[in-house]
């Protein structure tokens, strides 16, 4: 059998990616891992396949098998370039192609790693990932400079600032990642003569680094304030929408970054940016965008597991709930061969159902993911007691609630934490149906669903908060009446609500912490609304100093920045305006 060329491969890990798009992950698992060790890209698409897997469930053995591919992968593209200077002792000629994108995907390797590693929100895990993300940004900013003829005007692209300092953390970094820019910088390095490459190389390349790039900087976006921080000092800084320009324009270009920017791009606009209100209260601002990502997808995967689930998200976000169960059922019928999707798809038909009020659906979806998913089981199970009881099913919820504190795997996980301790309260006394749904509705305002649900259903809400008088409960009641008065547009019950909810919390005891940070948010999300900035940074600047070490304090953190910067944002904005009405 004749060897195949680099072009060969080009098109091979280009099939390959898009076999994992149209629901053939096995096949496509085959292909990447049956060439790896002859491939860059093949390599790639191996290592990013484990990683996706690994990011859908967050099961530790698929984390692990994730490092450990993206770690083999990193020592393949060590080797290349440094068998480069040897290439009449090789098997096959390396290209300068292959050499260049050797450096693209070690960079790669080093932001999944990081994304690895900062989902564990320790101090330790901020330090390293944060070394990883340093070493990215500094790697794909020299790529991409290296990449460009000089003065073609396009270096506004990777426009941040560049630490020259020693790196502050270099016991951290793992052996197969050390020399690191030593191997990419080299002055014998075979790639010091770019112009060797053609146009078609050219472009291949600086869409591969602009996919990791823009991947990078919207990473950066869900980063929480203590990451930002070690962020800025380590010496560079994010910007989000250069990250989309350059997602954009590789989703445009062909090979196997493609689908995978148009992927990421889908991601962030139907999902990130609702959930950590980066819009506001827009919650519905990112649907265009995701709308014309999806029907360019719809043409090359129209029944693709992962394209209906974001389709569901963005018809969620349209307040078309009933749609989006239909689509999310279609998108688990589809996925029957790939289990990390199916459970996606599991959590998204509970979520939907939960928000629907169908309890019975969201059990079973929720019972299964108990049943198999090997990640957080007492949360799933949590989550399951919590829908069997809506339903009337008690003996069964209290059951499900008694196992939850013994599923508990990680000490240090907030989430586990926090519906170990929900579960633990009830040892005592059994919840009544109506405080169970309170505990959904909890959940379902922590997962930013309420402004989703129709008013019907809104309104049968607030009749249930209404109706729990138990005083551990009110304070959670208030915020999410005042939530939802403010999704009903009646201001000032919502004000009058959520302030009622943090003049609740009793702070001798300092128990549920997070409702009172969450109402205070929501206390400046509202005034921010109604354009009262100043009150509104207050609020915020009020989370910041007041509240510490409570459960989902970095999504919440996120959040809190996310706003501040939008409210700075709009103050220069009128500023600009007010002065361009004074020169008139």
Known sequence: MA????????????????????????????????????????????????????????????????????AETMLYCKSKISGSKHRKSSRRVVTMEECFMCEVVATDCL??????????????????????LRQAWRSYRRLYLRL??????????????????ADPFPDLMPEEFQNLDLMFESQKSPLTNISELSSGSRGRLLAAVCFGYGSFQLFIAL???????????????????????CLEFTSQTDGMMAPLATLVLVYYHSVVRPFFALDGCRLSAGIAEANQILVRADVEYPDSALFLYFKSRVLILEGKTEEALLTCRKALLMSSNQRETQHVCL???GRLCMMKLHWKEASTSF????????WAKCYYAYLAALSYGCAGDTDRAIQLLADVPKLVKLKNNQLENFVSQRASSFSAQIPSRNQMIVLVLEMLYIWTSLPSCSSINLNEMLRVCKDEAHESFRPMCCLIEGVIHKELDAFD???????????????????????????????????????CFHESKQYFEYIKNHYKNFSFEPRLSVKVCAALKRIADEEVSENQNDRSCSIQ
């Open 3 to 70: 060897h195949r060329t680099e072009s060969d491969y080009i098109k091979l890990s280009t099939e390959g990616i898009k076999m994992v798009l149209n629901n053939d992950w096995a096949k496509a698992e085959e292909l990447f891992r049956s060439h790896k060790d002859v491939s860059v890209l093949m390599s790639a698409g191996n290592s990013f396949v484990s990683f996706l897997q690994a990011m859908m469930t967050f099961e530790e053995d698929k984390v692990e098998l994730a490092k450990a591919a993206l």
């Open 111 to 132: 932001l999944y790693q990081a994304g690895l590693i900062v989902v564990n929100q320790d101090v330790t895990s901020y330090i390293k990932g944060g070394w990883y």
């Open 148 to 165: 460009q003829p000089v003065g073609d005007g396009n270096e506004h692209f990777f426009g941040g600032r560049e630490s020259s300092s």
């Open 223 to 245: 980063c929480p304030p203590k990451l930002l921080r070690l962020i800025h000092f380590l010496g560079f800084e994010g910007d989000q929408e250069e990250g989309l320009r």
């Open 347 to 349: 959590y998204e038909i």
């Open 367 to 374: 019972h299964r993911l108990r049943t198999e998913s090997r």
């Open 493 to 531: 019950l919502a004000e009058k609500s959520l302030k009622k909810s943090m003049d609740l919390y009793d702070t001798e005891r300092g128990v549920d912490t997070h409702v009172a940070a969450f109402a205070c948010f929501e206390l400046g999300m509202l005034k921010s609304q109604q354009r």
